[in-house]
């Protein structure tokens, strides 16, 4: 698999970008100096935000004002404008970003739901965790909810994993047990992971949160921009929502998230090493919310696979950065930016520092999860600095190509595909090898490993949470 993922770069991102067509290198690229000096051990602190989109936030320009917290974060951070997901699925994109790999050298390509062993630990891959804990640093990792639990693979290095009994529990839970720990810790520095849950259905945020009032024209104009008309929304869990109904209950979740995120980072910066501790905050995918009919999560829609990224860098500046960026290109941007050579992923994984002197515009490959391979229609595509291009998992009629200007068209609503075959073929010829390899390495991967007594309850608790396979 690791051969598909060399042809890709092989072709180098300038052949790639040529291929593109008129696809300027559109990132911010400048060399950018480090904050930590080396030797000086900063704390890490890493906090995935489970299905939140980047566009809900108010630092990316929400209308809203749900993220006070996180935007104060942002405020005194690097902001990405352009991180991708490599699939819109918690496991898999929480596996890029632990192990600095894409979905073609990791191999997870969905949920535990098929119960199948992770084998990346086994291809000489590396979890940041083990690298942190080589380094010296005290490892701890506090989660909230099941794709994401002991027995994926991402519990390695991690000395102190808390996870729920149950399927999942509420931010406060997840905050307490966070804050628990940090009390507790023993001296030195230390990598803390905190996953949080809370935007994924079923949407239950708890009061106060959701008392939006005075702008549903706001809204309604928010639901025009993105194409979603006011229907009825039939939910998971049952009942039914209209579309701004739908919106309101997923910023109430946010809302909720953020008053908790608050409460951590309003706790770290009390601590006095503060001024030695790096946060970095990320979705792991986005959410449908409605947009191309889509109520949740799984396919390749920008709003799906496009994700928050803010990374307070203790001596950066803080500044947006246009640069595009996959999930497993975070943490070596990260490490590159605390210039700390230990806790570089080395030659085992592609991702790479993306604000290097050298680096340029890398595109990336987007794949649908493995558990909707069988149902998509669309199973794989490449995102530019401009450009989106989906590939339909068979020619047919009924499922041509598309091609979305990011730039222009942030809502994909204009399919530039039929005005621009030309463009649509050069793509189509570069990504039809990768994507045909991808897609049946997922399904193999789907269909294939051991399965454990503790896989197999896993796989139960997904299922429970309406992940199907
Ligand atoms: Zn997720």
Avoid at 89 to 118: D, I, R, Y
Avoid at 167 to 186: C, F, G, N
Avoid at 427 to 437: F, G, I, Q, R, V
């Amino acid at each position: 698999m690791v051969t598909v993922l060399r042809t890709l770069l092989a072709l180098g991102p300038l052949a790639l970008a040529s291929a593109c067509g008129a696809e300027p290198q559109g990132g911010v690229q400048g060399g950018v100096q480090g904050g930590v000096a080396q030797g000086a051990a900063p704390n890490i602190v890493i906090l995935t935000l489970d299905t939140t989109r980047a566009d809900h936030l108010g630092s990316y320009g929400y209308f809203r004002d749900i993220t006070p917290s996180l935007d104060a974060l942002a405020a005194e951070s690097l902001v990405f404008e352009r991180c991708v997901a490599p699939t819109a699925s918690t496991l898999p994109s929480h596996t890029s970003l632990l192990t600095g790999a894409t979905l073609t050298e990791h191999g997870v390509h969905t949920n535990m739901s098929f119960g199948a062993q992770p084998r990346w630990a086994q291809w000489g891959l590396r979890s940041f965790a083990q690298l942190a804990l080589d380094d010296g640093y005290r490892t701890a990792a506090v989660v909230s909810a099941s794709p994401v639990k002991r027995g994926t693979g991402l519990e390695l290095g991690f000395l102190h994993f808390d996870q729920p009994e149950g399927l999942e529990r509420p931010a406060a839970e997840t905050t307490d047990a966070a804050l628990a720990w940090l009390e507790q810790r023993s001296a030195g520095p230390y990598l803390l992971w905190v996953h949080y849950y809370d935007p994924h259905q079923p949407l239950e945020a708890p009061e106060p949160y959701g008392r939006f009032e005075g702008d549903a024209a706001e809204r309604a104009a928010e639901l025009t921009r993105r194409g979603v008309p006011e229907q009825d929304w039939r939910l998971r869990a049952g009942g039914a929502l209209t579309s701004s109904a739908l919106v309101d209950a997923y910023d109430a979740e946010i809302q909720y998230l953020d008053s908790q995120v608050g409460r951590l980072v309003q706790a770290l910066r009390a601590e006095p090493d503060w001024d030695r501790t790096a946060v970095v905050v990320m979705g792991d995918h986005g959410e449908g919310v409605g947009q191309h009919g889509v109520l949740e999560h799984g396919s390749l829609w920008w709003e799906q696979v496009r994700v928050p990224l803010l990374m307070r860098v203790p001596g950066v500046p803080a500044r947006r950065e246009d640069a595009l960026l996959g999930v497993a290109d975070v943490l070596p941007t990260l490490v590159a930016q605390l210039q700390r050579p230990a806790l570089d992923f080395g030659d085992s994984a592609s991702g790479r520092d993306v604000l290097a002197r050298s680096a340029r515009d890398r595109p990336l490959l987007v794949s649908t999860p493995g558990h909707a391979i069988d149902s998509e229609p669309y199973g794989c595509s490449l995102v530019t600095p401009h450009a989106q291009l989906m590939l339909p998992r068979q020619d047919g009629p009924d499922t041509p190509p598309l091609l979305f200007d990011l730039r222009q068209d942030p809502w994909q609503l204009h399919d530039l595909a039929p005005e621009q075959p030309q463009r649509v073929a050069q793509l189509s010829a570069l990504l039809a090898e990768p994507c045909a390899t991808l897609l049946h390495s997922a399904q193999q991967l789907s269909s294939a490993g051991e399965q454990t007594e503790a896989m197999r309850k896993l796989s139960e608790e997904l299922r429970a949470l309406g992940y199907v396979d």
